[in-house]
């Protein structure tokens, strides 16, 4: 059962550079979204998406896209990136009924020099 | 402005003993609360959830309880294991448009000693 993954693990980025973070999920959820984790700041959503074509923004947006072709994947693009945006970032997915749970894949830390 | 708290960055328990981890919240519309939990390097697992409509929910050595007057909810465990350390996030749900939000808290460190 892979879930929702995600690549890369880890990634080291200069300022300015820019970089797409994959995340794919098997379990044909519609709804999928973002999230970075930062200390003390517990998991703030970035961008999500309900479905295939359509993306809204999240809490903290800026500095992020995301497309959605497909409902399996959901990659989410970083077009200049700046050490603010140093953290772990998590790809989550969930089922369509109000009380499904969202789904987590293992983080991408991403650091940004 | 922090909708949803977890004001114990961390906790210590004995092995055996019951670990309760507390969550407060500040919007009255939220409508389902889980409960997930992090081990490093890893992203957070689905623990256990509470509709609103309810005031407790148990599944096995978890339980989740609900005090909508006082917009608390804890999670206990009994008896806490030492594979129960890791960091545990509260979250809340509420529907947005076209489809449900979930606000997360802070986390709270459970450490289990042996």
């Not at chain 1, 703030?44 to 359509?54: F, K, M, N, T």
């Not at chain 2, 961390?10 to 507390?22: A, D, F, K, T, Y």
Request: net charge positive; proline share 5%; hydrophobic share 30%.
């Amino acid at each position: 059962n892979a879930g929702v993954t995600q690549t890369p693990k880890f990634q080291v980025l200069k300022t300015g550079q820019s970089m797409t973070l994959q995340c794919a999920q098997d379990m044909n959820h519609e709804y999928m979204s973002w999230y970075r984790q930062d200390p003390g700041m517990g998991l703030r959503l970035i961008h999500y998406s309900v479905g295939a074509g359509i993306t809204d923004q999240g809490e903290v947006p800026n500095g992020y896209n995301v497309s959605r072709s497909t409902t399996e994947d959901f990659p989410l693009r970083l077009l200049s990136a700046a050490p603010s945006q140093t953290s772990v970032y998590f790809c989550a997915s969930r089922g369509d009924t109000g009380d499904s749970p969202l789904h987590f894949g293992n983080g991408t830390r991403l650091t940004v020099t | 402005d922090q909708q949803v708290k977890q004001n114990s960055p961390s906790l210590s328990v004995q092995e055996g003993r019951i670990s309760i981890l507390n969550c407060d919240y500040t919007n009255s519309m939220f409508d389902y609360f889980l409960w997930y939990k992090k081990y490093p390097a890893e992203g957070p697992t689905f623990l256990i959830s509470i509709s609103s409509i309810k005031d407790k929910n148990e599944d096995g050595r978890f339980t989740v309880f609900l005090n909508k007057s006082a917009k608390h909810l804890s999670l206990h465990i009994v008896p806490s294991q030492p594979g129960d350390s890791a960091v545990y996030f509260c979250a809340a749900s509420v529907r947005g448009t076209g489809t449900y939000k979930y606000i997360f808290g802070t986390g709270t460190r459970l450490k289990v000693l042996a």
